[in-house]
């Protein structure tokens, strides 16, 4: 631990009304995909996931089921921890807010709330949208209600469905002081909310001007009591997002948790959706300036999952209510796991919104995935098998510095994908790793093996283009192993190379040079099986 630099990254906790979904399954390989690439970068990783149980959406998500909240909380943990593991999540921890490590978190949390003198009572009388588990004043409500002609009903400016009334004594949190010290962080720390454009919105935003925030609620009690005036429970935001610094020590007893809080904190990546950014770059560094808390170093906020309706041609947000949800399950069917992960990672730009589909999903296994990488492999290790006695060719003196054109297009390869990954960039850094692969199949056509194979008198040459390819193979397969670690580690084992899996030093590992020859080599089953029709 003590020479690795600490990477702590988190997803948001998930609200537990619903089962998981595409969306939430997005983000949360979206944050696998950086902590393993940190992880073989030599990082110290923590990588936190969990669910948020409290607040009125959850409690009614349990009332509908006929069942009491914590047993409707503890009923859904499974599907959300199953379909981690099914998804091959590496998180190292999985937090809920129903946990007591939570509830004396944030029951600290208040003590210091108070002593800071951001904390007030008063009474809230205004709008609250519980789908959101958002308030709004009557400015925001009256100007969507315009905009939507509705009568009678008002509707939130956000989701569009109704709002409550809500009126009850209330704890505030003094937002609106911290206006002036939020737009310095944002001037300070362009690179705090990512991608750039998010910033804008978040800035702007501000400048508008804040309101004071009610933290507490007295009208329903299925939240965390505040620990001086126990008939407030606390707001579900000011708890959820305390969950980050609760995983690694805030409020817990024994130096030990002092010294963990030391050393992980302050996050490095919060990474969010962008319905939830204003929590995650407003409130949240807020919360943190009043207890005198260090700031996350950057939120990253990505896009929604759109559905391509086929009809108009145009993507619509996937919901359940729209009939155009698809369960995560079904592409797990099509794709595979690893497919999976590679679409959603390396075809849909992380920041914007983005249409998917099946045709696509299709297209993109097939070409990048079947025919692409899959055969490479397939072919190389096949000729390796075959040409050098079930074995990876013996390696001459020098080998490693004789010029060809891969060793020149893998020259540097892991300094271009770094600085794409380094920013969650994965369609950039996929592109980098795939320019290796379309290298590789060219050079199979260019050099044509075979035909060597044919000649005695060649044999150095053949022995050169096998083990170019190989050597090629093994460098694509450390830099895919954050998206599809089970297949690349299948290569490196196919090429007797299993040592090499779960690398901490992949800069090392991707130098031209480091093929291990004269080891059995096996080509196996086809690892990406082409996709013969898409599923509609
Ligand atoms: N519980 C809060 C987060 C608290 S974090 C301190 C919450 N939960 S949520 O379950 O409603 O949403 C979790 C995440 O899923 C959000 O980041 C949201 O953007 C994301 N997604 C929900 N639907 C989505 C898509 N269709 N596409 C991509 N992500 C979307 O908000």
Redesign the pocket.
Same mark, same amino acid.
């Given at each position: 631990m003590a020479d690795k630099k600490p990477f702590f990254i988190t997803t948001? #906790?998930?609200?537990v009304n619903a089962a998981p979904?595409?969306?939430?399954a997005?983000?949360t390989i979206l944050c696998d995909v950086q902590a393993r690439y940190r992880r073989a970068s030599g990082y110290d990783v923590k990588f936190l996931t969990g669910m948020?149980e409290h607040g009125e959406k959850v409690e009614e998500a349990a009332r509908n089921h006929g069942m009491q909240p914590q047993e409707w909380c503890d009923s859904q943990a499974p599907l959300f921890k199953d379909l981690w593991k099914t998804l091959e999540i590496s998180n190292d921890d999985f937090i809920r807010t129903t946990e007591p490590r939570q509830v004396k978190a944030v029951q600290y949390l208040w003590e210091r709330m108070k002593e800071s003198g951001y904390l007030y009572k008063g009474s809230y009388d205004g709008w609250y949208c519980v789908p959101e588990e958002t308030y709004f004043t009557e400015t925001q409500v009256s100007k969507s209600d315009e905009a939507n002609h509705t009568e009678g009903q008002h509707l939130c400016p956000d989701c569009g469905r109704p709002l409550e009334r809500v009126q009850e004594e209330s704890y505030f949190f003094k937002l609106s002081a911290f206006q002036d010290r939020l737009l310095k962080l944002y001037e300070e720390h362009p690179d705090f909310v990512q991608p750039d454009f998010r910033m804008n919105e978040v800035r702007s935003f501000v400048e508008g001007g804040l309101q004071d925030l009610s933290v507490s609620r007295t009208s329903f009690d299925w939240g965390i009591k505040v620990p001086f005036d126990e008939k407030h429970v606390t707001y579900v935001?000011f708890d959820?997002?305390l969950?980050?610094m609760t995983a690694v020590g805030y409020g817990q007893d024994g130096p030990e948790a002092a010294a963990e809080l030391a050393y992980r904190w302050p996050a490095q990546y919060h990474v969010?959706?962008?319905? #939830?950014i204003r929590?995650h770059c407003i409130i949240w560094p807020a919360m943190l300036m009043a207890i005198g808390a260090a700031l996350p170093e950057h939120v990253f906020a990505?896009?929604?999952?759109m559905v391509r309706n086929e009809q108009t041609g145009k993507g619509e947000?996937?919901?359940k209510s729209r009939g155009n949800a698809i369960a995560p399950q079904d592409v797990i069917d099509m794709l595979g796991v690893e497919g999976y992960r590679y679409y959603f990672m390396t075809d849909v730009v992380h920041g914007e919104d983005s249409a998917i589909s099946f045709d696509r999903m299709e297209q993109v296994y097939n070409a990048d995935l079947a025919n692409s990488w899959g055969n490479l492999v397939s072919r190389s290790l096949n000729m390796s098998a075959k040409y050098f006695d079930g074995k990876t060719p013996q390696l001459d003196e020098g080998w490693a510095s004789k010029d060809n054109p891969l060793r020149t297009v893998a020259q540097g390869i892991a300094a271009r994908y770094a600085q794409h990954m380094d920013k969650l960039q994965y369609v950039q850094a996929k592109d980098v790793v795939m320019e290796l692969v379309h290298a590789a199949n060219h050079y199979i056509e260019d050099t044509a093996p075979w035909a060597v194979a044919k000649d005695p008198a060649r044999a150095g040459e053949l022995k050169d283009i096998i083990v170019n390819l190989l050597e090629s193979i093994r460098i694509c397969a450390h830099l895919l192993a954050p998206f599809m670690p089970t297949t690349s580690a299948e290569v490196l084992r196919r090429m007797s190379l299993g040592d090499e899996v779960d690398t901490c030093d992949l800069a090392a590992a991707c130098e031209w040079g480091q093929l291990k020859g004269g080891l059995p080599v096996t080509k196996g089953d086809a690892l990406f099986p082409r996709l013969a029709k898409a599923k509609k």
């Open positions: 948001p #906790i998930y609200y979904h595409l969306g939430t997005y983000c948020d935001w959820a997002l969950n980050y969010v959706g962008k319905d #939830i929590f990505h896009g929604f999952l947000k996937m919901s």
